[in-house]
């Protein structure tokens, strides 16, 4: 069955980004074509990205750097949940991201995010960086808003419609995960 990492790419205290993954996890998991587990970057503590060979060449020296491989490799495609930071991602999410290469490659990806603007921007760099690291991203995006999803800017209570476009964030991720799969075997 197809095995999809929902990633919180907030660390941040008071973080909005883990009310937004639960809720993404808890409609996906109520499916039943596909596996879903939310991977939280706090619980891999990874420092600034302090490994001296490039990820490409998969030579992985710290044992923080193996768990996450290890983790990420477990997966056919992800649905990021990202803020939005200055018009881009959050750098803990970056720099998750770049401590991989091979882990990512011929997987999908779909986004989520959050912010003033609905976190569009950050959902564009990702995909710039998704490109390279050869994951496929989705079309479909779920962009949610301060303003009208968070009560306060900080509680977080979802307008009705959203769960349709997540949904079809889902559908596609999932779709393209497997698609892939024959890819990965190649």
């Not at 603007?117 to 994951?135: D, F, S, W």
Request: aromatic share 12%; charged share 25%.
């Amino acid at each position: 069955m197809t095995k999809v990492g929902i990633i919180l790419g907030s660390t941040r205290p008071g973080r909005n980004g883990e009310a937004v993954a639960k809720w993404v996890y808890d409609i996906a998991s109520r499916r039943g074509d596909a596996e879903f587990e939310l991977v939280d970057l706090l619980d891999y503590n990874l420092p600034h990205l302090d490994e001296a060979m490039p990820p490409s060449f998969g030579q992985y020296a710290n044992e923080h750097t193996k768990q996450w491989s290890a983790k990420i490799a477990e997966f056919d495609a992800y649905i990021f949940v990202t803020p939005e930071y200055n018009h881009s991602t959050s750098g803990a999410l970056k720099n998750a991201i770049d401590f991989l290469y091979a882990e990512w490659n011929n997987k999908a990806a779909g986004f989520v995010s959050y912010g003033s603007a609905g976190g569009t921007r950050a959902v564009e760099h990702l995909r710039l960086i998704a490109g390279e690291l050869q994951i496929a991203d989705v079309r479909a995006q779920l962009a949610l808003s301060l303003f009208n999803d968070f009560e306060n800017f900080s509680v977080f209570k979802p307008n009705e419609q959203h769960e349709a476009t997540l949904t079809t964030v889902i559908d596609q991720t999932v779709r393209w995960g497997k698609a892939l799969e024959a890819v990965r075997k190649a």
